[in-house]
């Protein structure tokens, strides 16, 4: 693929500013224009024939320019304004307009009457439409972004469900017609635009990369790109005005966001921006007695109310699973259910909601495209009741009564055991579903999806008493739950790449996959190495290791992995002194000199000499090597060091 002199991608830019060759009264009644000044069909008519360059040139250079006409928007007035400024000022007509320094050029001129300048209300404006008109500059040309959209609608639609992609294509289509007809294009549709194409360029398959000629290192600079783009319009001095279309593009910035690891300290800067413009449009009240009374009153859109409902209950489930998940934010929410009312998005396939209204309703226990999204949800409830049944672990005030964390541990199996067939992972369940699947291939991811992200949560809630389980018989269970859910992870992300390649997804791109899977493998690797005369101990190593090997593969699709792995795993070298002592073996420093210089750094904090870097075959052996030398940490120093390895992961998504 070409790239331009500033090495963006060419597939991403095209130039929307060359103006209609039609009139403008042709273009608006779509009649046909034979491009005269003034043309026959405004002539038979008699009406003024008008076109973009001719209006803004004539009422500049020549005629009547008294007065602006009541009709003119912001854009032409400043445009007239600024050719007024280049002919007094002697500004070059190409240059970047530039504010004239003063000493209140960041502060809006005040008339004598009291009233703001128009002029400064216009610059505004202009400055708005000018930086738009930069970032569109960049969007694919329409036949590569109805590719780009059609591979998100199978890619990252059924695994986000936010949007309303019939609704979602049209405004796109419209859109670009608005673009090809000279006009500008408002801040939120083109966020939405640019949100959705960085997901089709982070799922890239090989399929599409053939169909627009690109390769994979300029689908991951396209992914760069958009995104910096999309952040540059959220971080742009204007403020975009509140919109349910602002709100479903800042949602799924947020979700490509969350799922890269590119910006890490975005996201929830992004995600309160989507929260505080909620909530400003009332969203959180949005079912309220006095708000369904008022739609039926004055008439509402469905489509615009489901995608409302949706973006919601998105922001709310993300805020609640995070508070259940690891890091620093682990132990508070933001969003409290007592101040909201709203209703559960309808679980419905989008094409059955339309402006008229919803033509079915069907139960949960019918698939649908929004049928995990209502899962994602009901899990994050339970996560955000986690949280409030367990505030004083979080404060280390004091440990919870075991009986809670086995209460707590039959609620994530009650949610388990309920869940529809289709969504069931036992294989009676999986053959029952198998038509299912065939109809809707992106069941299976969604099934693994919500099996993956449920297991971390009961690694989670069992692993502070796991290690204890193996010599106090009162938490033997949650040394057995947290090692089956542990080893249910490390399965299930391998289950994901045979069914994300059924829609073209690829688990290692996504950063939150790959950090459950590493905690997942570590907290085996901790359970071997501590108990390693197990009956099944080598069959646990065995499941370690290949773990290893996973996220090994997924080093070119996320640098940030690798490198908080590397971070992570040298914690185990900066304890106590006897630590030290225990992991002073050459076979330890051989294996994080050697990952480090794999990766492309050496590990800090050692006295001895790197050794030469191992080639990918011997990955096994240098697991082999950990695992046979970790044994001399005790249960505390275990502990410590998997919470501060979640901690550490939490501080990078």
């Known amino acids: 693929m070409k790239r331009n002199h500033s090495g963006t991608p060419v597939m991403m830019i095209h130039r929307w500013n060359r103006p209609p060759l039609s009139c403008k009264p042709c273009r608006e009644k779509k009649r046909r224009c034979d491009r005269n000044q003034p043309c026959s069909s405004c002539t038979q008519r008699h009406i003024r024939c008008e076109y973009a360059s001719q209006s803004e040139h004539n009422q500049l250079s020549g005629g009547n320019s008294r007065a602006v006409p009541a009709s003119l928007n912001p854009e032409e007035v400043l445009y007239r304004l600024q050719k007024l400024e280049e002919a007094v000022f002697h500004n070059p007509s190409g240059a970047t307009h530039q504010p004239r320094a003063s000493p209140a050029n960041n502060e809006e001129h005040v008339s004598p009457t009291g009233f703001t300048s128009v002029n400064s209300h216009v610059r505004n404006s202009h400055n708005e439409i000018y930086h738009t008109r930069s970032i569109a500059r960049h969007l694919p040309e329409i036949d590569e972004a109805r590719e780009l959209f059609r591979h998100f609608v199978v890619t990252i639609g059924p695994t986000f469900g936010v949007l309303h992609l019939p609704s979602?294509?049209?405004?796109?289509?419209?859109?670009?017609?608005?673009?090809?007809?000279?006009?500008?294009?408002?801040?939120?549709?083109?966020?939405?635009?640019?949100?959705?194409?960085?997901?089709?360029?982070?799922?890239?398959?090989?399929?599409?990369?053939?169909?627009?000629?690109?390769?994979?290192?300029?689908?991951?600079a396209a992914f760069k790109v958009y995104t910096r783009l999309a952040i540059s319009i959220l971080d742009y001095s204007q403020p975009m005005e509140p919109s349910t279309?602002?709100?479903?593009?800042?949602?799924?910035?947020?979700?490509?966001?969350?799922?890269?690891?590119?910006?890490?300290?975005?996201?929830?800067?992004?995600?309160?921006?989507?929260?505080?413009?909620?909530?400003?449009?009332?969203i959180h009240r949005l079912d309220t007695p006095k708000s369904c009374e008022q739609r039926k009153l004055k008439g509402y859109d469905p489509i615009e109310l489901e995608v409302q409902r949706r973006i919601w209950w998105n922001m709310v489930a993300s805020d609640w699973l995070n508070s259940f998940s690891g890091g620093p934010q682990e132990g508070a929410y933001l969003?409290?259910?007592?101040?909201?009312?709203?209703?559960?998005?309808?679980?419905?396939?989008?094409?059955?909601?339309?402006?008229?209204?919803?033509?079915?309703?069907?139960?949960?226990?019918?698939?649908?495209?929004?049928?995990?999204?209502?899962?994602?949800?009901?899990?994050?409830?339970?996560?955000?009741?986690?949280?409030d049944a367990m505030p004083s672990i979080w404060l280390e005030a004091q440990e919870p009564d075991y009986e809670t964390i086995l209460e707590l541990d039959r609620r994530f199996q009650n949610f388990l055991s309920e869940l529809p067939t289709f969504f069931q992972l036992d294989p009676d369940s999986i053959e029952q579903s198998q038509k299912i699947c065939e109809e809707r291939p992106h069941i299976p991811v969604q099934r693994i999806s919500l099996h993956f992200s449920l297991h971390t949560r009961l690694c989670r809630l069992h692993r502070p008493y796991h290690l204890e389980g193996v010599a106090n018989p009162r938490y033997a269970y949650s040394h057995r739950a947290c090692i089956q859910s542990a080893q249910k992870v490390l399965e299930l992300r391998r289950l994901m790449d045979d069914a994300g390649a059924r829609i073209g997804l690829k688990p290692g791109r996504f950063w939150t996959a790959n950090q459950h899977c590493f905690l997942a493998a570590?907290?085996?690797?901790?359970?071997?190495?501590?108990?390693?005369?197990?009956?099944?101990?080598?069959?646990?190593?065995?499941?370690?290791?290949?773990?290893?090997?996973?996220?090994e593969k997924s080093k070119e699709e996320s640098s940030i992995l690798v490198e908080t792995i590397?971070?992570?795993?040298?914690?185990?070298?900066?304890?106590?002194?006897?630590?030290?002592?225990?992991?002073?073996g050459p076979s330890w420093y051989i294996y994080i000199q050697s990952y480090s210089r794999y990766i492309g750094n050496t590990a800090p904090h050692t006295n001895v000499p790197p050794e030469e870097g191992v080639r990918e075959e011997e990955w096994d052996q240098l697991w082999s090597d950990f695992l046979a030398v970790a044994p001399g940490l005790d249960i505390p120093q275990w502990n410590s060091l998997l919470d501060d390895m979640d901690f550490n992961f939490g501080e990078s998504t």
Request: charged residues 20%; aromatic residues 6%; contains cysteine.
């Open 335 to 387: 969003i409290q259910p007592k101040h909201m009312m709203v209703n559960y998005p309808t679980d419905v396939d989008d094409e059955f909601i339309t402006p008229t209204g919803i033509l079915q309703d069907p139960p949960l226990s019918q698939p649908s495209a929004l049928s995990a999204f209502i899962y994602r949800v009901k899990l994050a409830t339970l996560c955000r009741e986690v949280v």
């Open 245 to 282: 279309t602002a709100l479903a593009a800042m949602a799924t910035l947020s979700h490509m966001v969350g799922n890269s690891d590119g910006y890490p300290y975005k996201l929830p800067l992004i995600r309160f921006r989507c929260f505080a413009m909620a909530r400003a449009m009332q």
């Open 522 to 551: 570590l907290i085996l690797a901790t359970d071997v190495s501590f108990n390693p005369d197990a009956p099944d101990a080598e069959a646990r190593k065995a499941k370690v290791l290949s773990a290893y090997e996973t996220l």
């Open 566 to 584: 590397q971070k992570n795993m040298q914690t185990l070298i900066q304890q106590n002194p006897s630590e030290r002592r225990v992991l002073a």
């Open 168 to 220: 979602t294509k049209e405004l796109m289509e419209q859109a670009y017609k608005t673009m090809l007809e000279g006009q500008g294009l408002d801040t939120a549709r083109l966020l939405l635009l640019l949100s959705v194409f960085a997901g089709s360029m982070l799922a890239w398959t090989p399929q599409l990369l053939n169909k627009l000629n690109a390769t994979p290192t300029e689908a991951q």
